[in-house]
């Protein structure tokens, strides 16, 4: 516990007086993002592409994949990848799809594998999805993603006055977006499992800066008199502890998925940790930065009764 005696006490950090950096690193980050999304793309999984996904492990010994490539080359494939997982090489991802693309051709694909490979390796997953099935379930993706989001940006818009909302509601889209420019540029696989895990960070992103800010609106009613600039200050240290202990022990769970859950697992790991670095480091340098903007002291004033909306 010392070494985290100094989170743990109360701080008095000067946060906000590397703002204008942190304006410039969020733009960097948000043009990086733009970038690599129109220029990459998405590395789509099975779930969204369409095609067929096999896990087979070799019965002796490590697996020479380009060995497995060259006799797999011969298949009428738009697409073939090969990927050893595991720590002995003994496993082997296979993700095809057919010139067809359709299900039987995804069938006969499999079939044509199975033959090649033979009895020396052990089919532990097969899954096949179909091309309308596929953009079925990106819709839906995309649906599920847009369908949070607004329902997020409603409880923010209510839960607090406008100037809140609004830094509330940037720092979630800039949380969000960044983490997904991301999956982009480090070409991680984008699935079902992965909006599950951008869904995930949305809540966990909105419920950061909710605390941050709640506190604040604490310490407007405290302490009237207190210049804005030392307030905004002072309520981020109120709840940095907070704030990082939580943070810590998010990372810990999704580095340990990261590290040893696999490749069903890991950019549903990586989303939440990459999304975890970058909504506790937007809760400060873009929600509550953004709040500088305005003259909160000025506005709580004009407010008769709950100055900062309904609770």
């Excluded at 703002?19 to 990086?32: C, D, E, F, P, Q």
């Excluded at 809540?203 to 800066?209: A, L, P, Q």
């Excluded at 909504?279 to 008769?304: P, Q, R, W």
Aim: net charge negative; proline share 1%.
């Amino acid at each position: 516990m010392k070494i985290f005696s100094w989170i743990i006490k109360d701080t008095a950090f000067d946060f906000l007086k590397l703002r204008k950096v942190g304006y410039a690193l969020s733009v960097l980050l948000i043009i990086a993002s733009i970038a690599s999304i129109a220029v990459k793309g998405f590395n789509y999984g099975i779930d969204f592409s369409g095609g067929v996904l096999i896990d087979v492990k070799s019965k002796n010994g490590p697996v020479d994949v380009d060995s497995i490539r060259k006799e797999l080359s011969g298949l009428k494939l738009d697409e073939l990848t090969l990927q050893a997982v595991g720590q002995t090489g003994e496993q082997l991802m296979i993700r095809a799809q057919a010139n067809n693309a359709d299900e039987e051709s995804q069938r006969i694909a499999v079939n044509q594998i199975k033959d090649i490979l033979g009895k020396d390796f052990t089919f532990e997953r097969i899954e096949s999805v179909g091309p309308q099935v596929g953009d079925e379930l990106k819709l839906s993706g995309i649906l599920a993603s847009v369908f949070a989001c607004v329902a997020i940006s409603l409880y923010i818009w209510f839960r607090f006055e406008w100037r809140f909302a609004l830094g509330a509601l940037i720092g979630l889209f800039h949380d969000l977006f960044i983490t997904v420019g991301l999956l982009s540029m480090m070409h991680f696989e984008f699935s079902l499992t992965t909006i599950a895990a951008i869904l995930t960070l949305a809540g966990y992103s909105v419920n950061d800066t909710v605390v941050t800010y709640d506190r604040i609106r604490e310490n407007l009613q405290k302490f009237k008199k207190m210049p804005q600039y030392d307030l905004l200050n002072k309520s981020i240290n109120d709840i940095f502890s907070r704030t990082i202990l939580t943070s810590l022990t998010t990372m810990f769970a999704s580095v340990a998925l990261l590290v040893f859950g696999g490749d069903a697992l890991r950019s549903f790991a990586f989303v939440i940790t990459a999304g975890v670095i970058i909504g506790t480091y937007s809760s400060i340098y873009v929600s509550v930065a953004i709040l500088n903007f305005f003259d909160l002291h000025k506005a709580a004033a004009e407010e008769e009764v709950n100055p900062f909306g309904n609770v």
